[in-house]
């Protein structure tokens, strides 16, 4: 009978689900609402938190694949930044092979 009074009580909005008190005695509440139900209800959260964890798992996979196209990229960028230095140290070696220095009245200071 008790019980019964309890679930009438609950589904009138009567318990705040955080203290309960039986003659003066407080008891904390611990038992979610999420997590209890009927063995065919806990079967069903079951599925779909499986249902969650796979999905959640093809997304993480299908990041890491962007992760590996994003390393190849800045791979790629990697190259081509070395043979634009490359291309720019080549043509000062080229210079410098080829000119000599000018002399001219310079800043004695800096002689």
Known sequence: ????????CDEQGLLGHELFAIDGCKMRSNAAKEWSGTFKELEQKRQKLKRLISYHL?????KDSWESEEELDRAIR?????????????????FLKNNEPRLGKGNAATK
């Open 1 to 8: 009978m008790f019980e019964q009074v309890l679930l009438v």
């Open 58 to 62: 093809t997304e993480h996979q299908k």
């Open 78 to 94: 990697q190259v081509k930044t070395i043979l634009t230095l490359d291309k720019a140290a080549g043509k000062i070696d080229a």
